[in-house]
Every structure is written in C-alpha cells, then in structure tokens.
C-alpha cells in the first residue's frame, strides 16, 4: 500500500514537472540573449513539446480521416444511384429495340400476307399458363370488331382462337390448351390428316393424334392447318415433328410436335379478322 502511494506521488510529480515545463516554455517569450534558466527550460521541454505537437497533429488527421471517409461514402452512394437508373434506361431501351424488330417482322408478316389475310394487331395484357389450360387477355374487343371463334396467329404460326369476348378485350384459348384442338396435315405430302392438340404438360408441346398406322409422316416433316375442322383456315404452319410413336392398338401412332410458336413468350399477335368458321375467304 505504502509503495502504490510512492508510485502514485511519483507520477502525479512528472506529469505536473511535464506541464510546467511546456507551459513555460510556451509562455517564455523568445528573446536574442535568453538567460540560462530560460534555455535549460527549452531544452527540458523540447520534447515534450515535440510529442504534444505529434498528437495534436495525429488527432487533426483522424478528424480528416472520417471526414473524408463520410464524403466518399455519400460520394459512392450518389454514383450506385446514377449506376441503377443508367442500368434501367439501358434495360428499357434494349426492350424498345426488341419490341420494335418484333413488330418490324410483324408487319413486314401483314403487309406479304394482306391478299390472304386481314390480320388485326393486338397486345397480350394477361396470361395463364400450366399443364392443362393456356390462356391470354389481348387488347382487342367487339369494339374492334373482334367476334368468338376468329383465328389468333403471329408470324411465325398458329396461336389458338378467340374465346371470349368483351367490348375493348378478348380471351384466346391456346392451342397447347386441353379444350383446344385443329385438323391438321403435312406441309410436303398434304396427306397424313390427324388432330392436333397440347401433349398435357406444362412444355407448351402438341402431338398429332388419330393417324393411321400406315400415314406417311416422318420426323422433320413440317404440320400445317388442314381446313377440315370448319375452324381454323388452311395452310397456317403449326410445328415440327419431332418423335413417332406407334399406340397400343396397333392400328394408330402419335406425332409428337414442337411448336413454331413459343406460347409463353406471347406479347404482340394477329388476330384474322377475316377467319372464324374455317373461312380463308
């Protein structure tokens, strides 16, 4: 106990010779011929004065430190907010020009096939789609003289038809849908006649059902629209075969296809003014 009270004593005496010493060293003024007392003073003091500047100097830097820290911070956060909306202006120019070569081909479609068809332009605004009903909502109704049962199609084949209707909209019923089904042929031989329909997944796939055993089709063969079903008009391309399978009866096969049109990529299609019925007039 006695020893810590020395030791206390000691320190507290140092400190306090510390600070007398800077202090008199700062407070004595700097003259030409300073006496002995007041350069032993700056001598003492010296380095004292030297480590009080260090830290001084070391806490105006950790001030200037954060300071800049703090700036770069909200520096960086105004550049990541100028990064996202570039990225979104990037992201809906690039759907612009995706949009537009969509309805470059679309019309460049409508405007080869005008003699044929009288093809209406719509937007999908809704969609449904699983393993057993495909669906869309397009933005044309009996406003726009849209009627049940007209033929939707795009460029690259057929959609489905019209099933509903309202006055600025319509519901179509895909052809992958489990109510939905066409007549249909091959494009090369016009032979083969069968009914197409959705395979029953959730693929978007169809299969050509009721051929006969014997119907010259082949993987490769490309399935068109027969006319036959007073439904659909002729001639429209519907998909690809891609796999024959004979039935267990023995007397029929099934041609599974894939579709020239991706039914869950649907944003802009035709509806065939002049179609519903069968007629291609």
């Known amino acids: 106990m006695f020893h810590n009270n020395k030791l206390r004593i000691a320190v507290v005496s140092v400190l306090l010779l510390v600070g007398f010493l800077a202090l008199a060293s700062n407070t004595v003024q700097v003259r030409e011929n300073p006496t002995v007392l007041e350069k032993g003073l700056r001598v003492l003091a010296s380095p004292f004065q030297n480590g009080f500047h260090a830290i001084h100097n070391g806490i105006d830097g950790i001030g200037i430190y954060f300071a800049d820290k703090k700036a770069l911070e909200e520096e960086n956060t105004k550049l990541q907010e100028q990064i996202d909306v570039l990225h979104h202006e990037i992201a809906m120019l690039d759907e ?22 009288q093809l209406q332009l719509a937007e999908t605004i809704a969609k449904k789609n699983n393993n057993l009903h495909y669906t869309i909502t397009i933005n044309k109704g009996s406003d726009d003289g849209v009627v049940a049962g007209m033929t939707v199609m795009n460029h690259y084949g057929l959609i489905g038809r019209v099933s509903s209707v309202l006055s600025g909209s319509c519901e179509v019923l895909l052809l992958p849908d489990h109510e939905s089904a066409v007549g249909a042929r091959v494009k090369s031989t016009r032979e083969a006649l069968g009914v197409v329909e959705g395979d029953g997944t959730s693929t978007g796939n169809l299969q050509m059902i009721h051929l006969q055993h014997d119907a010259a089709i082949s993987v490769g063969d490309v399935i068109i629209t027969s006319g036959l079903d007073a439904v659909f008009p002729e001639g429209i391309p519907i998909g690809e075969v891609t796999a024959i399978v004979e039935d267990s009866n023995g007397l029929t096969k099934t041609a599974y296809i894939t579709p020239y049109v991706n039914f869950f990529q649907l944003e802009e299609v035709f509806i065939m003014m002049n179609s519903g019925g069968g007629s291609s007039q």
């Open 96 to 117: 612009a020009r995706l949009e537009n070569i969509r309805l470059k081909e679309l019309l460049g479609y409508k405007e080869a096939n005008s003699k044929t068809y």
